[in-house]
């Protein structure tokens, strides 16, 4: 399957202010790509702007992944200066702890219109540039909450299952056209969005090792790029086994959480 590699085109990524995004955008141009960088904190991309080594790009562009038409005109700008758009990570992402006891629309609405929506809207515009050039690569950043409820989920984890499931299925028309789509599904990274669990997070990685992985699993040919791996096989694992025993186990491996 088709492998972005620097000459090809530019990469965008959203979600690149910080943690995994930014990590990634980084090893990224390390390597010698031209990354656009989308978030909505203008301040947070300069700063990483300004740590290029030269070898590669990084170029701001802030929006809002909720924003259709500013997710068009991205596509539309990488088109037109760099030619063509190769690789497209799709990470922007937010968890809202949700509790049944305190219920809010909001939580809700809020993570599917930017773990969802933010994704679906940077990827038809992809998608349709990718198929005019006959060949691209696409990743999406689901996680391993998308693979069964866990505590404090209920938002975040319907939104990353919905990703796993519509990536799953669009590979099968993706495939025929040249357009390689992954799936990333990390564990535990530590970034901005962890410091605020107040549970034990089993194998928790640095942001410099998923970035590592999931620039190594973009050129793998594999569906699935999925860190670190003895977790998610834990979790497909437990996912498989009767509910009995499914929610003594989830309930066990959170144990410890303060409230
Ligand atoms: N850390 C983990 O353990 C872990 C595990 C599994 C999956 N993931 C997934 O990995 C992705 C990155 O998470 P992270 O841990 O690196 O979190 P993070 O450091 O909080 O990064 C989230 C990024 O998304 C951007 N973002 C949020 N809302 C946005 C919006 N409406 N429009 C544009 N950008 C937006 C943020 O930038 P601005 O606020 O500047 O817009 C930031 O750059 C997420 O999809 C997350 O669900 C993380």
Not at 139 to 153: C, D, F, M, R
Request: positive net charge.
């Amino acid at each position: 399957m088709y492998s972005a590699k620097p000459r090809d085109g530019a990469v965008w990524i959203t979600g690149a202010s910080t943690g995994i995004g930014a990590a990634t955008a980084e090893a990224l141009e390390k390597q010698g790509y031209t990354v656009y960088i989308s978030a909505r904190s203008k301040d947070k991309l300069n700063a990483l702007a300004s740590k290029a080594t030269g070898a590669g790009k990084l170029v701001v562009l802030p929006l809002d992944v909720t924003d259709r038409n500013a997710c068009k005109n991205a596509v539309e700008t990488i088109l037109k200066v760099e030619g063509a758009l190769a690789l497209v990570i799709l990470n922007a992402g937010i968890f809202i702890p949700v509790r049944g006891f305190d219920l809010k629309y909001e939580s809700f609405d809020k993570t599917m219109a930017i773990n969802f929506g933010g994704v679906v809207n940077g990827l038809l515009p992809a998608i349709e540039a990718m198929k005019e050039a006959g060949r691209g690569q696409v990743a999406i950043v689901s996680s391993v909450a998308g693979l069964g409820g866990l505590k404090q989920s209920a938002s975040y984890g319907a939104s990353k299952a919905a990703l796993i499931n519509m990536a799953e299925s669009l590979k099968f028309d993706l495939d025929p056209m040249n357009i390689r789509i992954q799936i990333i599904m990390p564990g535990f990274v530590e970034t901005p969005a962890t410091d605020q669990n107040d549970f034990p997070m089993p194998f928790l990685m640095s942001v410099q090792d998923a970035a590592d992985r999931i620039v190594h699993g973009l050129r793998a040919d594999k569906f699935e790029i999925t860190f670190p791996r003895r977790f998610t096989w834990m979790l497909k694992f437990v996912n498989i086994l009767p509910y009995g025993i499914y929610f003594s186990l989830v309930d066990w491996i959170t144990k410890g959480r303060k409230s």
